[in-house]
């Protein structure tokens, strides 16, 4: 049953957003940062942390624990707010992520950390889908287009301002306030969106489906610690390893059976009918592998290959994330104003696969204006890609399933870039190793067991012999990773073909009636409101 919201529409017929709207916006964006922002302030701030709680043994974990708990309750959060509204949902979101922080910021040793920081992954996996789910109930799929820019330039504050933020904070407060910072901004976002935001209050008599919901956190679980553990903690082929492949197998499958006989499945697969919806998590996924495996591996080139210090290896990265925000802008702009979009999947398809190959040919002697260059051109293709995805799969399903297509969506991305994290990161350590071994001969043993680790100021120590042959070994690491990138990337080229161009449905009555044609019904605006004043 859904009662009957209050006065005002998400967005009037013209366009027009009223200022409670922006509000509801702005508190959205913060909470998209705090989602994005965390992981890259921490990682600045880990030398640090575990300088004065130890367990060096464990420091992975902190970042695997997040990252589990995000992965795992990401489906769940969506099908929440689809059976019980997703106002309430969301914030409750917020309030266990800040929870989380704020525990982690007390932690007084590693295994307090690494059990706050699932506290607070556990709440980060609400909050992009709750973002994404509301944005999709005020404004209407042909309005949803112009709000591309917004959340992809949150995207690339997150990536370039994170380690900057991350070193700040750490030197000048202490490593909690690395936590603590987000206790304000969250609360500024729950305050904003209590006050101004009105969403369908729903009262579902289903009940959560526990099996498919315990299935599908054992099949990500296991997924996600093959793709961290495997080629490091473990050898690819050891046997807990295949355990743990053989597990995530067979907890998916029993998963996908089970959803087919579930009353109030998780993520029910009638969704995966709609052809749109299914290419776009392929190409979801695809933008997930590419885009982490470029922010970890173009860093370590710029510092290794071409001199950079670790600050200015984020600033250098600045061409593809400004090319990515620009061409987010110009093809949400365009999708608004026409209503088509499927030259965006396209394009995005080629020009990530053109700029991952240029990546793939830097060397040693490679200017930074030229890999400046390669990077705006990958910019450029995940431009077209990095909204696109979503506000296509959100057009292709009915509005009961907006929750659980945003968080399926966000899913397969996050689970590309578990993979290509792993993948990448184990074929450049493999080359790596090899090069090191092949050239620096006696040398190998000063740099090898490090080979992945070195910063300029470690490198510069390193006689003239050994540091040549690094510089050849990372540049013969990049090559092989990006190469491999823009082979997956062959591949999301190849699934935009096949994308079906349903016309997005715009605002006003009409556009709320029905599904869009052919291919779910997405199209459908909700019965969103938000107070005419703030």
């Known amino acids: 049953m859904t009662d009957a919201p209050e006065a005002g529409a998400g967005v009037t017929g013209g366009g027009e957003q009223p200022r409670s709207v922006r509000v509801v916006l702005l508190a959205l964006m913060i909470a998209m940062m705090l989602a994005m922002l965390d992981n890259m302030i921490i990682g600045t701030a880990m030398p640090t942390i575990v300088g004065e709680l130890g367990g060096l043994e464990h420091l992975s974990w902190v970042v695997t624990a997040y990252t589990l708990a995000t992965a795992a309750s990401t489906p769940l959060w969506g099908k929440l707010g689809d059976m019980y509204g997703r106002k309430g949902v969301f914030m409750t979101s917020i309030v266990i992520f800040l ?4 525990l982690s910021g007390m932690a007084q040793d590693m295994g307090q950390l690494i059990g706050f920081r699932a506290v607070q992954g556990l709440g980060a996996g609400g909050l992009m889908v709750g973002v994404m789910a509301i944005i999709g109930d005020l404004i209407p799929p042909r309005e949803r287009g112009r709000y591309q820019g917004m959340m992809a330039g949150v995207m690339a504050l997150a990536m370039i301002g994170g380690p900057l933020v991350g070193g700040t904070i750490t030197d000048h407060w202490g490593w909690r306030w690395s936590f603590y910072i987000n206790l304000p901004l969250g609360a500024v976002a729950l305050v904003a969106i209590s006050a ?5 209050k729903k009262r579902s008599q289903a009940r959560i489906d526990y099996l498919g919901a315990a299935l599908l956190t054992v099949g990500i679980t296991a997924i996600v610690l093959v793709t961290t553990w495997g080629g490091t903690e473990y050898a690819w082929t050891s046997a807990r390893i295949m355990e743990l492949i053989g597990i995530g197998v067979a907890a998916l499958v029993g998963f996908a059976f089970w959803q087919t006989r579930a009353t109030e499945p998780v993520m029910p697969l009638h969704i995966f009918r709609s052809r749109n919806f299914t290419l776009m998590s392929l ?5 997930g592998f590419v885009m982490f495996g470029a922010t970890l591996f173009l860093p370590l080139y710029q510092q290794a290959v071409q001199g950079a210090s670790a600050t200015n290896s984020g600033l250098l990265l600045l061409p593809m994330l400004g090319a990515m925000l620009v061409t987010s802008m110009v093809a949400g702009r365009v999708t608004t104003n026409t209503g088509r979009y499927k030259i965006f999947p396209l394009a995005g398809g080629a020009l990530m696969t053109v700029g991952l190959y240029l990546l ?3 060397d040693t002697d490679t200017s930074r204006f030229t890999s400046g260059v390669y990077m705006a051109v990958v910019g450029l ?4 890609l990095m909204q696109i995805t979503m506000l296509v799969a959100q057009n292709s399903v009915e509005m ?11 899913l397969f991305r996050t689970l590309g870039s578990s993979f ?3 993948i990448m990161g184990a074929l450049f350590n493999h080359r790596v190793q090899d090069v090191m071994a092949e050239k620096a001969g006696a040398l190998d043993s000063q740099v090898t067991e490090q080979s992945a680790q070195l910063d300029a100021a470690s490198l510069a120590k390193l006689p003239e012999a050994a540091r040549v042959a690094y510089q050849d070994a990372v540049s013969s690491g990049t090559h092989g990773a990006f190469l491999l990138g823009a082979a997956v990337a062959v591949v999301a080229l190849v699934a935009a073909v096949f994308v079906k161009e349903v016309p997005l449905k715009g605002a006003g009555p009409k556009a709320a009636e029905g599904p869009a044609d052919g291919d779910g019904g997405g199209g459908a605006t909700a019965k969103a409101s938000v107070t005419e004043s703030v």
């Not at 929870?99 to 704020?102: D, L, T």
């Not at 293709?381 to 077209?384: A, L, N, Q």
């Not at 009961?400 to 966000?410: I, L, P």
Request: aromatic residues 2%.
């Open 420 to 422: 290509g994290v792993a």
């Open 381 to 384: 293709g995940m431009g077209c």
């Open 400 to 410: 009961k399933d907006m929750g659980v297509a945003s968080s399926s969506t966000t």
């Open 196 to 200: 101004v935001l009105h969403l369908p």
């Open 99 to 102: 929870i989380g922080s704020a």
């Open 360 to 362: 793939s040919l830097m």
């Open 283 to 287: 190409i979801g996924f695809i933008v």
